[in-house]
């Protein structure tokens, strides 16, 4: 039965994880205004900078989401009777 509850405590423990990664946030934040300030210069360059740089909290907690997905999802296949 253990084994059929490991997706469920991957899922839970690394959520888990990203709660306290939302600690640090703030400063997370911090750097991406300093990113959109020290590369002002190029944004005109490149279609859609500003927004890439200026949520940058975004793309954190999508990647550590992905990530947090993609561990769940292999130890749901993990599951699998061969």
């Not at 997706?7 to 839970?12: A, E, G, N, R």
């Not at 947090?68 to 292999?74: R, V």
């Given at each position: 039965m253990k084994k059929y509850l490991a997706?469920?405590?991957?899922?839970?423990g690394?959520?888990?994880l990203l709660l306290i990664v939302m600690?640090?946030?703030p400063a997370i934040g911090a750097a991406g205004d300093d990113?959109?300030?020290d590369t002002a210069a190029m944004a005109s360059t490149f279609w859609g900078?500003?927004?890439v740089v200026g949520s940058v909290r975004l793309w954190v907690w999508l990647g550590f989401e992905a990530a947090?997905?993609?561990?769940?999802?292999?130890a749901f296949l993990?599951?699998?009777d061969r």
């Open positions: 997706p469920l405590w991957v899922f839970i690394l959520n888990l600690l640090f946030m990113l959109e300030t900078w500003s927004w947090i997905l993609f561990a769940t999802a292999k993990a599951t699998r």
